[in-house]
């Protein structure tokens, strides 16, 4: 039997309202990832001599760290916490089941993750004449998909922190592995090692990047298919994994308790 929308409502609601009293998290999870997706565009745009097509670049590989900062970081810092303090365990008395109470959590990290990129993508169009995207429902699209992704990987994520302290050091690493795969970072990509570009390519952040920048690149409906299908693919494959190790190793309770 699937989860009620009223108790998916519920488990919705609770979520927002911790997340947003959560002072400590907002600058690195809200504050943090959109100064950078509007200012390094910006900054593009007056430093760069084509400063439009460098700041729709920047823009776009800048995407990277709103996932990886909003979605994938915020959801595991916030359940590694909330395990810490049994609150995850006391909801598990409740009449919510345990997909329930998941899926409340990835769904309001994903309405925060698309609401930013939607946010920044409307800035950069006003302050740095960053384009709107010629296809926006394949942004669109890309930016749900990518961002429940990544929400359900950090939700996998939270089996290998051992205490709540910890959760934003060991996720701070993909923050900086996923914009330096997207170009975010600058042409750092250029003195990587050959063998090393796959890798990060295969990134999930990776993708959803590959399929947003055909979003704002020429092209017809069946390009821009073409252009999605890896992407999709690779997405496709992360949930897999996410999902499966979720099932297998994700804890309600701390090893302390």
Known sequence: MGPTPMSLTATYKLSARLFWRDKGMLPA????PLGLAIGMPALMRDVQAD???????M??????????GTAFLNITVALTMRRDQLLLKRLRTTRLTDRQILLGEVANTVTQTVALMI???VAVHLLADVPLPR????FAVFAVAGSAVLATLGVAWTA???????AAPMTLPFFFLAGLASGAMGSIM?????WLRPLLAALPTSAVVDAVRASYGPGT????LTAAAVPALVLAVWAGVALLSIRRWFRWESRRS
């Open 190 to 194: 250029d003195l990587l090692p050959s």
């Open 221 to 224: 409906l069946g390009s821009d």
């Open 29 to 32: 999870s809200v504050i943090t």
């Open 59 to 68: 823009f776009v590989g800048t995407l990277a760290l709103i996932l990886s």
């Open 135 to 138: 296809n926006p429902v394949l």
């Open 51 to 57: 400063g439009v097509t460098a700041a729709t670049q």
């Open 119 to 121: 946010v920044s993508a």
């Open 160 to 166: 290998a922190i051992p205490r709540g302290e910890l």
